[in-house]
């Protein structure tokens, strides 16, 4: 069975990059029936915090992502100390006493000279007598993983095969000298422990993964499935990261994003398969291919997510908007038409507001200086609301009697005058919800 899960860590709220991660995950489960488990990366506890791990819950219930597990690392520390005795027992744990600053000068001295900036393992040559002190002078040391020095392998879900030179890459620190146990052992840990079958995460995992697949090989465990996907840029391939935190999901719901608008965007960019607004969670399964996803940075504007939440709001039945159109407090008699009305003229459902406003106390009219004269004799012949379904003939009809206009020439200042906009829905549609044409003065 096919087991996947999103492993967001509750340092804050989750945004569109992570959300692709969350996504691709729970739509691989979902296409083959399977698991997708919510894994809460919380091993800091310094950082970690309720009020993130419950937003995350909230943003993926309203985007109807259910998770059928949720775990949590926090809950799991000894599962992780147990992993740390086996990797000790099998030579492959070591522990290192370098301060930050001084491995931090280790690099600076590795790249002035060349090369790369890789752990040289100093502490392997410590003797018990060394160690001991130390730990006397600097308190528990950081434990770090020891790589087998040959090339980690995997064939990639997007990437392809993919071969990387342990000698590269620094030994891991999986366990901090507070004995803070970091994201590497207790991702894999859990990975194996939770019989995880495919990980998909944004491509700046690569190198981590090639030293998990070898803890994991040292665990006796058989590494899952991997697939990096890669990482969102702005719309002109700027770096997105600086801006991710006005791209929160939190922030887009606030806008009057819909959840269907942000999936169907998010399931299909970076792909040759085309962005289309689909109705449910369960039609973005269909079709969904991770082997169509591109290794190169994918492109998003959060513009594109207005028009496909216009597209989703025009296709909603009265029902599902019912509620909302009685808390404007829209007649329950004009509630239909004043859907009918407004849903091919909004773009978020917020927008539902101005509508109504504009239908209870009248737009402010627009009138061109040469249309003057023609508009205040139209409003002579506008009888006083309410307004029936032939208002609007009975009115053009008598305006072009009396002042000899027809075309465009009549109902275009007629509908700025009464709008204060130049287009917009049908007027005859919109005549019966005006309470008030504020142009007649
Ligand atoms: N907590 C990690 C992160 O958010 C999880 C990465 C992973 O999927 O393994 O980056």
Known sequence: MTVTRFAPSPTGYIHVGNLRTALFNFLIARKSGGQFILRLDDTDPERSREEYADAIKRDLEWLGLTWDRLERQSERLDRYAEAADRLRDAGRFYEAFETPGELDLK?????????PPVYDRAALALSEADMDRLRAERGEGHWRFKLLHERIEWTDGILGDISIDAASVSDPVLIRGDGLVLYTLASVVDDMEMGIT??????????????????????????????????????????????????????????????????????????????????????????????????????????????????????????????????????????????????ENITVLDDLEGWWRLCRDGAEPLVEPEDRDFVAEAMALLPAPPYGEASWADWTEAVKQQTGRKGKALYMPLRKAVTGMSRGPEMAQLMPLLQRVRARG
Do not use: C, Y
């Open 107 to 115: 690099r600076k001295k590795q790249l002035n000279m060349g090369r």
């Open 198 to 343: 495919h990980v998909v995460r944004g491509s700046d995992h690569v190198t981590n993964t090639a030293t998990q697949i070898q803890i994991i090989e040292a665990l006796g465990g058989t590494p899952p499935a991997f697939a990096h996907h890669s990482l969102l840029t702005g719309p002109q391939g700027e770096a997105l990261s600086k801006r991710l935190g006005t791209l929160s999901l939190r922030d887009l719901r606030a806008r009057g994003v819909e959840p269907m608008a942000l999936l169907s965007l998010l399931a299909r960019i970076g792909s040759s398969d085309p962005v289309e607004l689909r109705g449910s969670v369960e039609e973005l399964v269909e079709g969904f291919e991770l082997s169509h996803f591109t290794s190169a940075p994918t492109k998003f504007d959060e513009n594109d997510l207005f028009p496909l939440t216009a597209r989703h709001v025009a296709a909603l039945p009265f029902e599902a908007v019912a509620g909302r159109i009685a808390e404007l407090g829209v007649p329950a008699e004009l509630a239909p038409r004043f859907w009918e009305v407004a849903r």
